[in-house]
Nanobody, 115 residues
Framework: VQLQASGGGLVQAGGSLRLSCAAS????????MGWYRQAPGKQRELVAG???????NYADSVKGRFTISGDNAKNTVYLQMNSLKPEDTAVYYC??????????WGQGTLVTVSS
């Protein structure tokens, strides 16, 4: 399984960005996908995740501002980020997990939010 992430960039506080993560390769129909992020000097943390069954979960810090969604036909997961804050600045990593490939990561995309 390979992941291709895109959509990062520089935005002012209060602005919006949408990240995309396209998966390709041999995937199992039951899987999890989502996003982690890592800010300088901090540990990687879960931002949002979604299962192939449609369940979603979010970090408390992004609830109400970020929305994760998926397009099964395109094997793509999106992260809509609204009301961005400077503390959202980080490298965002897409992930994929199924029973055969439990730990697949994308290349990371940088999100910078200026104050």
């Amino acid at each position: 399984v390979q992941l291709q992430a895109s959509g990062g960039g520089l935005v002012q506080a209060g602005g919006s960005l949408r990240l995309s993560c396209a998966a390709s390769g041999s995937m199992f129909s039951i899987n999890d996908m989502g996003w982690y992020r890592q800010a300088p000097g901090k540990q990687r943390e879960l931002v949002a995740g979604t299962t192939s069954g449609g369940r979603t979960n979010y970090a408390d810090s992004v609830k109400g501002r970020f929305t994760i969604s998926g397009d099964n036909a395109k094997n793509t997961v999106y992260l809509q980020m609204n009301s961005l804050k400077p503390e959202d600045t980080a490298v965002y990593y897409c992930y994929y997990s199924d029973f055969k490939y439990p730990n697949v990561w994308g290349q990371g995309t940088l999100v910078t939010v200026s104050s």
